[in-house]
């Protein structure tokens, strides 16, 4: 059996504007929803915000040096919608296509290819006071525009693009449970919200595929899931795993792999799952290039018992947890991250797996993957065993993966570097490199050293 990663294998990391930009009210940057997110009192630890964050939007260069040290191959990126247009829908703001271009251009002087994510949750805060954001359908059209806006600037250079990352985060998180911005707390939003979302990617797609087809790229969506693994052998625990799988991703996937939601949720939601129109289920079928993959964790799922009570701190983790019937448990022999979620390496290869085989074997590309380690001073982050051990243990089960026919193409490390972690403010480090948060120095960690060296042997030292 082959021990190895394919020859053109696209090894890199990942991050995203307002993670790591900073410069929140610099170059006509208007605020996005998590700007005033993090300004509600209680939503975000110690009141932390994105105004500086890393600083990259003055220290980008230094970070494309970082990156080339590191031989990465590809970075991941995202556009601040609200640096391109502030108000969400008007005329691009040219300080906003000044920045962006310059880093592509030096991206590329560095040999580095650069993927775009287009939407990684920094709506426009006047999208969301205007309109309601993701509730309203109108976005379709918004979207569709500032989309239109980075194709005209940008695609001459960029050549691979994601156009939302993560719309079961929007939803579920922004729209269900409040944790995220816009801080919504609803049972019925989420599905609405994801309506929009995905009407909004295809449209995007298509936009792409009619009016650049000459640039040439390739465009998808990256969906976020966890695997479940059935409690027991027993068909209703595997039949929860499934389900649970389902209104996890094929929630997102299916529509645009089969043209509509997964049968298990008209089932279940009748009336609540809005219902896409012939016109739009021509639109969003077919509309990914590729399966764009962010993994991190496996739960158990089971079929609850008379009683038992729905777990709520893993809501986050599982969502929707009313409609999808499912209990969620851990074993207790994972280890955890420092978010608390499992370690679960072979999870990775199922879930891969589990994708090859219900959408027919796309072309899949873990866009992230990674873990927060428990780093309180700058000794023990430079010393992050445990990452480096997340990362070799998740790269083998995903070339395991492509040894059992899986069409895998490249990895994404989730992140570059330390940096604003949504709800949990600075307090998780996901950094491959350290990030200093008083004099904002960057340090390559262990792991980001032995990912250099992965890159180098294209993953023969895995
Ligand atoms: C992803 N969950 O978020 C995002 O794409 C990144 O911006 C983020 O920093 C990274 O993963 C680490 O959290 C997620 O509750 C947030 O299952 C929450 C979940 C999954 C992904």
Known sequence: MSKEF?????????????????ASREGGRAPSIWDAFCDTPGKVEEGHNGDVACDHYHRFEEDVKMMQSLGLKAYRFSIAWPRIQPDGKGEANQQAIDFYNRLIDCLL???????????????????????????????????????????????????????LNEPWCSAVLGYGIGAHAPG????????????????????AYRIYKTEFAHQGGTIGITNNCDFRYPLTDSTEDRAAAERSLEFFLAWFADPVW???????????????????????????????????????????????????????????????IDDQNVHLSNDPAWQKTHM????????????????????????????????????????????????????????????????????????FAWSLMDNFEWSFGYKRRFGMCYVDYESLERTPKSSALWFAEAIKQNGENI
């Not at 006071?129 to 918004?142: A, C, P, R, T």
């Not at 919504?184 to 449209?203: F, K, N, T």
């Not at 939601?261 to 009748?270: E, H, I, S």
């Open 6 to 22: 394919p020859k053109n294998f696209v090894w890199g990391s990942a991050t995203a504007s307002y993670q790591i930009e900073g």
């Open 184 to 203: 919504r707390v609803s049972a019925d939003e989420p599905y609405i919200a994801a309506h929009h979302l995905l009407l909004s990617h295809a449209r």
């Open 109 to 163: 002087e560095h040999g580095i290819e650069p993927w775009v994510t287009l939407y990684h949750w920094d709506l426009p805060l006047s999208l969301q006071i205007e309109h309601d954001g993701w509730l309203n359908k109108d976005m379709v059209k918004y979207f569709e525009k500032y989309a239109r806006i980075c194709f005209e600037a940008f695609g001459d250079r960029v050549k691979n693009w994601i156009t």
């Open 258 to 320: 089969k043209g509509d939601y997964p049968q298990v949720m008209r089932q279940r939601l009748g009336e609540r799952l809005p219902q896409f129109s012939p016109d739009e289920r021509k639109e969003i079928l077919g509309s990914s290039d590729f399966f764009g993959l962010n993994h991190y964790s496996t739960m158990m799922a089971s079929e609850p018992k008379e009683g038992q009570e729905q777990v709520s701190d893993i809501a986050g983790n599982g969502g929707m």
């Open 340 to 411: 608390g979620w499992n370690i679960v390496p072979e999870g990775c290869r199922d879930l891969l797996k589990w994708i090859d085989q219900r959408y027919d074997h796309p072309i899949i590309y873990i866009t992230e993957n990674g873990c927060a380690c428990d780093e309180p001073d700058k000794e023990s982050a430079l010393n992050d065993v445990m990452r480096k051990d997340f990362y070799e243990s998740y790269l083998r089960g995903s070339r395991n993966a492509i040894e059992q026919g899986v069409d895998l193409r490249g990895y």
